[in-house]
């Protein structure tokens, strides 16, 4: 199961470095990462998704997680309410459809028109992880030529 | 003042006593400074046994235990014995000199990435690269070696910073905001396994580690007397409790004793006081202590629930857990387990430690056995990794905390020797021995001269069985026999003895043991010892790996 686990971490050099290789020392997967300054410039704030087997491996991800010195807190929030994003810029061949599912996008979902030329389209997402899959889903009937994404960020309700 | 006095001035601030190390270019400001301390220098000669004396040090009195080396190799050389202090939890500080800040990175002469190389292996690790975080690192490095779950920790600092020039002022106190360890049992989870254990038909407590780190032998010691809860101390806890109790059933696991791992199988509560379930300990999961609820005292989280299922966990400090405990026992619903001790006696007496005894050729465990009866048991006893350490674990009954030093979690042969000059160093007036393997003791024997310049009086008892004797045995039980790189050809250890001006000597009779003990042990200076034992003698009792713990070879006879 994915877990969504939020660190909130002293903002010095190494710290990433450590939190990467204390999952990589015990075999931990991480699914994604995203790591930014919060409102204190002295605290990072590291957004991780990881897929636990099970609980106990969990536990201990969490555990370990914050035994770091760097690490101040920990919080799992995949029993709590919160929002989360994703930033996704995909570039896409402009074919006779292009137009109708861009269209169709930008209408139902967070989705921008960040550039255009003669050739491609790059779209700007900004959602929520449920909404991707769906999104992704339509551009790939137009053939994705590239695509970027950033990891997941989550603050709570 | 010049980073290199601030460093030497930390130090005196730390009260630290005594530093083993080798010196080298990226340290040379610093040994400059120290040559003018009152900190005892000690010259290992090789960094690892540096970080292996330092460990000793710790384990035997206590305090941080501190060692330094230069960049590069200096501090490659460092690592295993800072991973040897960091699998045990040892509190010990390694400072390593660092090229240049400006030259970091540039693959420079002696370079490396040391606090990458240590990172998963300390508690925790500092690179310094501005001399005015050298002073508040340094406390912080102390502060966190020696508390919570005790630890290594490595301090790496450039050359430049050494000489850089700042106001010197140590800071009084700590307060670090993501390091807040939990000392104090929370007082529901007391109650909760006060309950359990007034419930308890056959309980029994394994102590370890935790215990010894904690100085919390007393406390268990009035703990279980209090309940009359039979005790069984692990590798790392031996002393914790004393061996000779009447309650102590010896050392579970692999290499222990039948009724502790029957004991174990059999009860239906097990109190684990600062111990980590090593596999060495639990041997098959699923079927250790099968009917046992468990109570699992410990100071690391992350301990708790990692590979036994705990049912009532405790996070703090042991001693003070243990004196939680005592403090709210109802002496009114102290269970009545005659019965249960009834059992534990007649499976001591049924299953007792034993080895053929022989007049032809010396048995190791004889040996052994003649240490502790001749220093009346009151020797601090490191050893090697192998047949060894498990000779030493199962035959020298350790009463006291502190005087069992060995390589529990990484296994490191060669620890011994330096680790046994680190506890004489700091136990100038105690009896240290080193139980040693002829392999083993060639890992780090160039710690002679050590032993040679400071004289420095260990006694290192060499069981020479001419093979790398715990390899051997599994290859005998498990691979036919086919004995491939484990026969020794050794040297001729008296001559190498006299090469560095200690006293050698060679026992090939049984009928000499006593004598030659006597001498050892009536030697003023360091002695080595060469004791041709004989070559085939196994470690009984066994558990096979992946075996349940009850389930022993050699032993039950």
């Given at each position: 199961m994915r877990h969504t686990i939020q660190a909130l971490v002293e903002?010095?050099?190494g710290v990433l470095a450590r939190i990467a290789s204390l999952f990589s020392a015990r075999g931990y997967n991480i699914d994604s990462l995203a790591v930014g300054e919060t409102q204190d410039p002295t605290i990072s704030c590291m957004t991780i998704v990881v897929n636990a087997q099970d609980e106990r491996v969990l536990e201990q991800i969490k555990k370990q997680l914050h035994k770091?010195?760097?690490?101040i807190t920990v919080v799992d929030f995949t029993r709590k309410d919160y929002i989360d994003r994703e930033l996704l810029l995909v570039k896409i061949s402009n074919k006779k459809a292009t137009k109708s599912i861009v269209d169709k996008l930008v209408k139902t979902y967070s989705?921008?028109?960040?550039h255009k030329t003669k050739d491609y389209t790059i779209l700007e997402v900004c959602t929520q992880h449920s909404d991707l899959e769906h999104i992704l889903k339509e551009v790939k009937k137009v053939g994705i030529k590239e695509l970027v994404r950033t990891g997941k960020i989550a603050i709570a309700k | 003042m010049k980073g290199a006095k601030i460093f030497v001035e930390s130090l005196l601030k730390e009260k630290v006593k005594v530093m083993f190390g080798y010196p080298g270019g990226a340290v040379l400001p610093i040994f400059d400074f120290l040559y003018d301390t009152p900190i005892k220098f000690i010259l290992t000669r090789h960094e690892q046994a540096a970080a292996h004396a330092a460990d000793g040090y710790a384990r035997s009195t206590g305090k941080t235990g501190v060692c330094i080396a230069t960049s590069g190799p200096g501090a490659t050389n460092l690592t295993t014995g800072i991973a040897t202090a960091y699998m045990d939890s040892i509190p010990i500080v390694a400072f390593t000199g660092q090229v240049k800040t400006s030259l970091i990175?540039?693959?420079?002469?002696?370079?490396?990435?040391v606090t990458g190389i240590t990172r998963s292996i300390t508690k925790h690790n500092y690179l310094v690269k501005d001399v005015k975080d050298l002073a508040p690192t340094i406390k912080e490095a102390f502060y966190l070696a020696r508390t919570g779950r005790p630890g290594p920790v490595l301090v790496d600092i450039p050359v430049d910073v050494q000489l850089h020039e700042t106001e010197f002022k140590y800071p009084q106190d700590i307060s670090l905001r993501s390091y807040r360890p939990t000392y104090f049992g929370h007082p529901g989870q007391i109650k909760k396994a006060l309950k359990f254990i007034y419930n308890a038909k056959r309980p029994i407590i394994i102590a370890g580690g935790g215990v010894v780190i904690s100085g919390g032998a007393n406390e268990l010691r009035h703990f279980a007397e209090k309940l009359n809860i039979p005790v069984a101390t692990t590798l790392m806890g031996l002393g914790a409790f004393p061996a000779?109790?009447?309650l102590s059933l010896g050392m579970p696991g692999m290499h222990g004793t039948v009724y502790a791992n029957t004991a174990i199988t059999e009860s239906d509560l097990l109190i684990s006081v600062g111990?980590?379930?090593d596999d060495r300990v639990t041997g098959r999961l699923d079927a250790f202590a099968p009917s046992a609820k468990i109570i699992h005292i410990d100071i690391?989280?992350?301990?708790?629930?990692?590979n036994i299922k705990v049912d009532v966990p405790i996070v703090g400090d042991v001693r003070n857990i243990l004196g939680q405990l005592i403090e709210e026992i109802d002496d009114r619903k102290i269970p009545n387990i005659e019965d249960w001790l009834r059992r534990v006696k007649e499976l001591k007496k049924k299953h007792p430690l034993r080895y053929k005894k022989s007049t032809a050729t010396i048995k190791p465990q004889y040996v052994v056995e003649e240490l502790y009866l001749q220093t009346k048991g009151k020797a601090i006893v490191a050893t090697e990794v192998g047949q060894n350490q498990m000779w030493a674990a199962q035959?020298?009954?350790?009463?006291?905390?502190?005087?069992f030093l060995s390589?529990?979690?990484?296994?490191?042969?060669?620890?011994g020797f330096p680790a046994a000059i680190g506890a004489k160093v700091g136990n100038p007036n105690a009896v240290v021995l080193d139980i040693a393997g002829d392999g083993s003791i060639?890992?780090?024997?160039?710690?002679l001269a050590t032993v040679s310049t400071y004289n420095i009086g260990v006694k290192v008892i060499i069981l020479n069985n001419h093979y790398l004797g715990m390899v051997r045995q599994w290859q005998e039980l498990?691979?036919?026999?086919?004995y491939s790189g484990t026969p020794l050809k050794n040297p001729d250890f008296i001559k190498i003895a006299q090469g560095y001006g200690v006293k050698g000597l060679r026992v090939k009779k049984a009928s000499e043991v006593k004598k030659a003990v006597k001498e050892i042990l009536s030697h003023k200076g360091p002695v080595i010892a060469d004791f041709w034992v004989e070559e085939e003698e196994n470690v009984f009792p066994m558990v096979p790996a992946g075996e349940a713990i009850n389930r022993m070879i050699g032993g039950m006879a």
């Open positions: 903002n010095k050099f770091l010195i760097d690490v989705v921008k028109v960040a | 990175g540039n693959d420079a002469f002696q370079e490396a990435d000779t109790h009447v111990c980590r379930f690391d989280p992350t301990s708790i629930s990692k035959f020298y009954k350790i009463d006291f905390p502190r005087h390589s529990g979690g990484l296994g490191t042969m060669g620890y060639q890992m780090n024997i160039q710690e498990f691979y036919n026999r086919r």
